[in-house]
């Protein structure tokens, strides 16, 4: 489904607000959806561990309480320092309309429960909830989006459809697990803060090194070329999706063989990997080779430039094939600090590299930033790897 969403959606709402609006779209959806990860924080990981190993249905409300608690406090104390940004970055109405009706989204994470789903291994249902809040966003694309001037609600209605899924899921966990809002201590709530700071380091830096380039572009060239590499991150994206699908389903896996031993762990990761390899090797052969209509299917503006960037970004999907088993071994192998560091440091390198780039090739140097910092992660965590291995020896 997540897979399903943009390829629904991308074509027709180029075609339908037009290449420029759907670049101010895209730069307002990536500023707010990194205010979003700063409410999450870390708990995607550590309300996940906590819920996992509980067993009181009183403490799991207390748990779930203490961090949607924590979340709104996080959200209420960075709102002004936003309303701030989207000041600075709105230059008419239409745009400010649009940053401000973004804040949905942010909003929306207090309630997003998906990590609680799955703490509590309600995994069939957090895909089916998920499942109704695309649908729901889906569908009020179609119905409400049907001239330039709809753009500002956009992203509204993504942050509607986080909220549906949200709303259900506090539904479904309080028929399932009796699940109560409790009072919160200051002490809770801080003690939430201390637990997931690694993992909330490491989440910020992911995802400005995933994003950082549409809002860059918007700032150095224009809104309309931000659009038109927006049209590229979704391909590239949806390219690599099998790279987290694979590390999501092993990484339970790896994890309890390291404990056992490495070597076994390492070889389960070589004769699984090798169906991951091939199936990309296919996909970088039929984006190559359907190039053309891949990007009119998007869009019939640009094309000859929207192939040559879709062409370079093949490149980067290719140091991808190196970088997802690396460090899906050095994650089971609980490297947090060095995954910090690197997450971290990826987009800072990213943001100077694209500033020089892009600056002096234009939309094309977007790609070019995407590749070296493929490059870079592919660099450390070969470097880390080797580190590892040769402190074991």
């Known amino acids: ?126 895909s089916l909830l998920t499942i109704l809040g695309q649908v729901f966003y889906i569908v009020m694309i179609f119905l409400f989006i049907n001239v330039p001037s709809d753009v500002k609600i956009v992203n509204l209605l993504y942050g509607l459809g986080l909220l549906v899924s949200g709303g259900a899921s506090i539904v479904y966990l309080s028929k399932k697990f009796i699940f109560k809002f409790r009072r919160s201590s200051r002490i809770a709530i801080i003690e939430e803060l201390k637990g997931g700071y690694h993992f909330f380091l490491s989440n910020i830096g992911n995802y400005t090194s995933l994003y950082f380039l549409s809002p860059l572009i918007g700032f150095l060239i224009s809104y309309e070329m931000a659009g038109i590499y927006a049209i590229i991150e979704k391909i590239y994206n949806i390219a690599r999706r099998p790279f987290a699908i694979y590390q999501t389903f092993m990484l339970p896996k790896i994890s309890q063989q390291v404990q056992v031993s490495k070597e076994a762990a390492k070889q389960t990761i070589k004769k699984t990997y090798i169906f991951v390899t091939i199936f990309i090797i296919v996909e970088l052969i039929a984006i190559a080779v ?80 995407l590749i070296l910092l493929e490059l870079f992660y592919a660099v450390y965590l070969f470097i880390e790897t080797a580190k590892l291995e040769s402190s074991r020896k």
């Open 1 to 126: 489904m997540g897979l399903l969403v943009p390829i629904l959606l991308v074509p027709y709402l180029v075609s339908t607000v037009g290449i420029k609006n759907f670049g101010i779209s895209s730069v307002a959806f990536s500023v707010s959806f990194f205010y979003a990860m700063i409410v999450d924080y870390g708990f995607y990981i550590t309300g996940v561990n906590k819920l996992a190993a509980e067993k009181n249905p009183n403490r799991v409300s207390a748990i779930i309480t203490n961090i949607i608690y924590t979340k709104t406090l996080i959200f209420l104390s960075l709102l002004p320092i936003f309303l701030i940004i989207y000041y600075f970055l709105a230059s008419d109405d239409l745009e400010w309309y649009v940053y401000i009706l973004s804040l949905c989204i942010p909003l929306a994470s207090i309630l997003n429960l998906s990590w609680a789903l799955q703490g509590l291994h309600q995994i069939k249902a957090w």
């Open 290 to 369: 359907f190039n053309r209509y891949i990007i009119e299917y998007f869009t019939s503006l640009n094309v000859d430039l929207l192939r040559r960037m879709l062409l370079f970004s093949l490149i980067g999907i290719s140091i991808v094939i190196i970088n997802c088993p690396l460090s899906l071994y050095l994650i089971a192998m609980d490297r947090k600090r060095e995954m910090m560091k690197i997450s971290l440091l990826a987009p800072l390198f990213g943001i100077i590299v694209g500033f020089i780039l892009i600056s002096n090739f234009g939309s094309i140097g977007s790609i070019f930033t």
